[in-house]
């Protein structure tokens, strides 16, 4: 039987936004027929796979990884230009990174945009990504990067964004829900624009909801005032998911990958922008966004009704599907 391996940004993440994208890019490589007929595995991107002295030595599990039919990194910040940094992100070196032989990029971002890319990086990379496949990223700006390296790629956006078609988002009501659904985000802090968010929330809806997406959320939330009648929900995508279903309800809040969720729930979702990778997803893809120092400006954007029309590059992605065997039946 042929093997795939899903490396996995969900596994021991402090960040359920990565359970959000692993979870999508599973659907969609289900939904093309890829995992069909094939022995499927998920490997932690957020802990290194297999010791140095494993990496060169013979062990019979490795043998699974070198002989993959694909490797498939699926999505979220993990690239950076500098990899001798610390960073828990991508967890992976030179001395262990075999089981990433000739992985595909799946919806990837570029999580450092600053620095230059070192030899070593460069070299890493040399030794993890496939160089004969055209590479699926978030965004214009990682393509551009993989592509200085020597690697082909292609836009197609998050994995949590493929199934947002012209006739999905349709779906996804225009007006006002009667309740909202909200998050923070615990290191992008700004304690007076976020305060402000609250208390507008609390004047526009009936109930409002506070989902616990990253480890430190909850203290963050604990920290502002005029909080006591908030419900909070657990910090599971089954709760998260249940408040969706069972409620009329909006999203609004900092985290993008919730605002994905909701989306997916055909739930009316405006997104706080804190970062850039928020503005560039906006730029490309004509999401609800406003800029957390223009929060002045939700008041008027909840009251008011509003279509959503995410500009899919449906293109892109099947161009990038393409490249990839499904088992005959």
Not at 14 to 28: F, P, T, V, W, Y
Not at 177 to 198: C, E, P, S
Request: proline share 3%; charged share 25%.
């Amino acid at each position: 039987m042929e093997n795939i391996v899903l490396f996995d940004p969900g596994v021991r993440s402090l960040n359920k936004g990565d359970e959000i994208i692993m979870r999508s890019a599973r659907m969609e490589l289900a939904k093309s027929g890829l995992l069909q007929g094939r022995y499927v595995i998920h490997s932690a991107t957020h802990a290194p796979i297999v010791t140095w002295y494993q990496n060169t030595v013979f062990n019979p599990r490795m043998k699974f990884y070198d002989h993959a039919k694909y490797k498939f990194i699926c999505g979220s910040n993990l690239l950076w230009k500098n990899m001798m940094k610390p960073r828990p992100v991508f967890n992976v070196d030179l001395t262990n990174c075999r089981p990433y032989r000739n992985s595909i990029l799946m919806g990837v971002g570029l999580g450092q945009a600053h620095s230059k890319t070192n030899w070593y990086t460069k070299k890493l990379y040399s030794k993890i990504l496939n160089k004969n496949v055209v590479h699926s990223v978030r965004d214009q700006h990682t393509a551009d990067f993989l592509k200085s390296l020597g690697y082909k790629a292609i836009d197609t956006g998050c994995p949590t964004m493929w199934q947002f078609t012209s006739d999905f988002c349709r779906s996804i009501p225009e007006k006002k829900a009667d309740n909202v659904i909200f998050t923070l985000t615990d290191y992008g802090r700004d304690k007076t624009n976020d305060q402000k968010l609250i208390d507008i929330l609390l004047q526009h809806y009936k109930t409002v909801y506070f989902w616990i997406q990253g480890a430190f959320d909850k203290e963050y939330f604990d920290s502002f005032k005029n909080t006591e009648t908030i419900k909070i929900v657990d910090p599971t995508l089954e709760d998260f998911s249940s408040v969706l279903r069972e409620h009329d309800i909006d999203y609004v809040g900092t985290r993008l990958h919730a605002g994905m969720f909701a989306m997916q729930h055909k739930k009316r979702t405006i997104i706080i922008a804190i970062d850039s990778r928020v503005r560039d997803l906006n730029a490309a893809y004509a999401l609800h966004v406003i800029q957390r120092d223009n929060i002045s400006k939700l008041s008027n954007l909840i009251e008011t009704s509003f279509a959503t029309d995410v500009q899919l590059k449906e293109d892109n992605i099947r161009e990038w599907l393409s490249q990839f065997e499904v088992v005959s039946s």
